[in-house]
């Protein structure tokens, strides 16, 4: 596709359950981020891959968070035993290498847990 | 610590005027890259300008220009003729190049256009 797409848009779930997220970046991008914004504030860093690897997951507040990148193109961020305070919009992007901190950002994917 | 900050938490302009935003840094490193990113209401992140620090030329993107003091650390975004589509949280960013991937933002300025 033309940009970064992220799917759902929305997604509502009850506390405890598990949920996905989905990023398909632009076509050929190598990089791809991660990021968890709430209301009113800046993005706050997940994971980056660089390719299929995982090459930074610091940003990943607890064992509860994974993220996968099988074919080094479409993203998946799983979320186990989802908690109130993960109630944020996840945001994805995407970047060439020739660039570097040009990143290409989907619409996001905002996550209410009840 | 690199860190960004941005002292005006939110603006408000009316439209047609000139309206800077404020952004300062730190890093101990001398090659790096800012940027200046938008993000309007409900809608995605998109950016606006992006800075060399080796380049002493500011950037400039049509009605977007920068005011990049590498002494002072300071990378201020100023938007001329503001218009209605400008109002949305705007964020500082950089990137150091040794670093190749992790930017570091700041907390935004939330950046109101009043008709």
């Known amino acids: 596709g033309a940009g970064v797409s992220q799917t759902p848009s929305n997604k509502v779930t009850e506390k405890g359950k598990y949920v996905e997220l989905r990023c398909d970046p632009i076509s050929g991008h190598t990089a791809l981020y991660w990021y968890r914004q709430s209301l009113g504030q800046g993005p706050e860093f997940l994971i980056y891959?660089?390719?299929?690897?995982?090459?930074?997951d610091s940003g990943l507040p607890n064992d509860r968070f994974f993220a996968v990148r099988p074919e080094g193109s479409v993203s998946t961020l799983k979320i186990q035993r989802t908690e109130r305070g993960d109630s944020a919009m996840y945001l994805c992007?995407?970047?060439?290498?020739?660039?570097?901190?040009?990143?290409?950002f989907g619409e996001g994917s905002r996550l209410t847990v009840l | 610590a690199q860190t960004v900050t941005q002292s005006q938490p939110e603006m408000s302009v009316q439209e047609a005027e000139t309206v800077t935003l404020s952004c300062t840094y730190d890093t101990s490193e001398s090659n790096y890259y800012l940027f200046w990113y938008k993000q309007p209401p409900s809608r995605q992140m998109i950016l606006v300008i992006r800075?060399?620090?080796?380049k002493q030329q500011n950037a400039t993107e049509n009605r977007f220009s920068v005011n990049f003091q590498k002494a002072a650390k300071s990378f201020s975004l100023k938007i001329s003729d503001s218009q209605l589509g400008d109002t949305a949280m705007y964020f500082c960013?950089?990137?150091?190049?040794?670093?190749?991937?992790?930017?570091?933002w700041g907390a935004g300025t939330k950046l109101i256009i009043k008709p």
């Open positions: 960013a950089f990137i150091e190049v040794d670093s190749n991937y992790q930017l570091i």
């Open positions: 891959f660089q390719g299929t690897g995982a090459a930074d």
């Open positions: 992007a995407s970047s060439g290498t020739e660039s570097p901190g040009e990143l290409f």
């Open positions: 800075q060399e620090a080796y």
